[in-house]
Nanobody, 122 residues
Framework: QVTLVESGGGLVQAGGSLRLSCVAS????????MHWYRQRSGNQREWVAS???????NYEDSVKGRFAISRDNAKNMVFLQMTNLKPEDTGLYFC????????????????WGQGTQVTVSS
């Protein structure tokens, strides 16, 4: 079993910044990809950003240029630096990890954290 724990959410004014952190623990051989998702009020959970072990990353269009995803592979951690926050960024932010529990395994399992709340006031 693998557990993910997020931290760093909070209340910030529009234009401000927050840095989210997430640490994965448990039966982990490697984590090829780590992600951030969010769920805004009344909406389904939506993808925000992903980063692979080698450093490649992708972002949802609305956060490009404002959010930056990074990883500490040795510590099984992923971060989301959020700048120039807007009220529409308000939501519950989740990290997710595609975990390989054995070396040379061809399959991964996606695990989720419980989420950390980000609220941006106007």
């Amino acid at each position: 079993q693998v557990t993910l724990v997020e931290s760093g959410g909070g209340l910030v004014q529009a234009g401000g910044s927050l840095r989210l952190s997430c640490v994965a623990s448990g039966r982990i051989s490697s984590i090829p990809t780590m992600h951030w998702y969010r769920q805004r009020s009344g909406n389904q959970r939506e993808w925000v950003a992903s980063r692979v072990t080698s450093g490649g990353m992708n972002y949802e269009d609305s956060v490009k240029g404002r959010f930056a995803i990074s990883r500490d592979n040795a510590k099984n951690m992923v971060f989301l630096q959020m700048t120039n926050l807007k009220p529409e960024d308000t939501g519950l932010y989740f990290c997710a990890a595609d975990v390989r529990d054995r070396a040379f395994s061809g399959t991964t399992t996606k695990y989720w954290g419980q989420g950390t709340q980000v609220t941006v006031s106007s």
